[in-house]
């Protein structure tokens, strides 16, 4: 069983050395809780994924919840999320202090815009992960691009794309379903 001080010490890494806010914080959070520590599947971390960003609040937060709920119950919840952040807010409010102070140097100006493609490629880098442990090969990588297409370039309702995808996900298991997924379909 994970304990506590284990959890909270991992969720606290995760918040403490993640630039970029919720999305930026997947690479890191799933190489420590799948990878390193083993303390869920690939393909539950894939769900949880999916699950944090369709809950209401914080994703980063409702990923320490499913993923705490998971190992430790009620408990771990409140222990993955003071980890999680802790250690942003108070670099927020530290940051905020300063920031007050000193935004109108230039220096200042060009470290922020410095970060701006760094934190895009730490959202983006996990978007080619998930995408891989989803299944989304050059076959089917039409879906997601069609799905933003529809919601950025034609303005479609995110939520009539989201309906959309459960009802043709729903249709496919019931006629071309490969089989229900398992905890042992990562070993095979």
């Given amino acids: 069983m994970v304990k506590y001080c284990e959890l909270f010490s991992t969720f606290f890494k995760v918040g403490t050395f993640t630039l970029g806010g919720g999305y930026a914080m997947i690479p890191l959070m799933r190489r420590e809780v799948v990878e390193r520590r083993g303390w869920i599947a690939d393909w539950e971390f894939l769900d949880a994924v999916s699950l944090a960003q369709a809950m209401p609040g914080v994703f980063a937060v409702n990923m320490a919840t499913l993923v705490g709920h998971r190992l430790r119950g009620v408990g771990g919840c409140v222990v993955a999320i003071l980890g999680n952040?802790?250690?942003?807010?108070?670099?927020?409010?530290?940051?905020?202090?300063?920031?007050?102070?000193?935004?109108?140097?230039?220096?200042?100006e060009h470290i922020f815009m410095g970060l701006?493609?760094?934190?895009?490629?730490?959202?983006a880098a996990p978007v080619f992960t998930l995408a891989r442990s989803?299944?989304?090969?050059?076959?089917?990588?039409?879906?997601?691009?069609?799905?933003?297409?529809?919601?950025?370039?034609?303005?479609?309702?995110?939520i009539l794309v989201v309906l959309a995808a459960i009802a043709a996900g729903w249709?496919?298991?019931?006629?071309?379903?490969?089989g229900p997924r398992t905890p042992n379909d990562d070993e095979k």
Avoid: Q
Wanted: net charge positive; hydrophobic share 60%.
């Fill in 85 to 108: 952040v802790l250690m942003p807010i108070a670099i927020i409010l530290l940051i905020a202090t300063v920031f007050r102070h000193y935004k109108d140097i230039p220096a200042v």
């Fill in 116 to 123: 701006r493609p760094a934190v895009v490629a730490l959202i």
């Fill in 134 to 158: 989803a299944g989304i090969t050059w076959r089917t990588c039409w879906i997601p691009l069609l799905a933003a297409a529809l919601i950025w370039l034609l303005g479609v309702s995110p």
């Fill in 171 to 178: 249709i496919y298991s019931k006629t071309l379903n490969p």
